[in-house]
DNA sequence: CGATCATTCAACTATATGGTTGACTCAGTT
DNA sequence: AACTGAGTCAACCATATAGTTGAATGATCG
């Protein structure tokens, strides 16, 4: 896992718009409009917003005609996942026992 | 849990110097010097960037003398970690439930 | 073909970010 | 009182980011 690729993930989720449009990849494949309907947005922010998140490699696309459908890639998330797992244990009560439990998923 | 508390604390991690003091800070509290000693980087810029994680929530100061004594705050990642916990069903599930998840959402 | 819809690209603007240097403050030392 | 060490602040610079407008592309429809 490349401090870059958390660069970008990391970079890609701190803005609210962004996160939104996750949310909504979310419920499932929607081509480009659709994503950008809730937002008071013109469509090439909405564009550059969805390149973010690509370059992230937090969605896909897919071409369909004239549409650009766009899904949920939800792989990625699992590296912010783990790179947050290593202080899971610091907020979790029983630290012992999670330090115990993380140690074993190491070997 | 607010928009901008997110924004925050995801805009902290995503600059690596940043994550790699946090993790630095989660070995037990130290004095900044002690943070910036690994870095290539003036007090300048170090100060900077404890500011940064310090507006996150995601450290504590302590003034202990002439030293400012940091230590992680790990409660605030636990925001970061709920925000995921969202997207957690779509990695984890094995497809058959996922699926369901989806046609769910549908109706 | 020409019009139209969905979307991107290019150029521009304003603000934020990450870094520097140099002056400053505060606490402890000599 | 003067010196030094730890750290911050202010000003500045270069690049990145988030947004705009307007032209351009590419697929579909009359």
Redesign the interface.
Known sequence: MQ??V??RI??A????TR?AM??QA???EQSVSSLAKPYDLTFAAVSKHLKVLEAAKLINRRKAGSFQMIS?N??T??S??Q??N???Q??TARLGSLKNFLEEKKS
């Not at 989720?13 to 609210?16: A, E, I, R, T, V």
């Open positions: 401090n870059d958390l660069d990391f970079q989720l701190s803005d609210p996160r996750l949310r979310a419920k499932g949920l939800p792989e998330l699992k912010a996942d790179w947050l290593f202080y899971r610091f907020w």
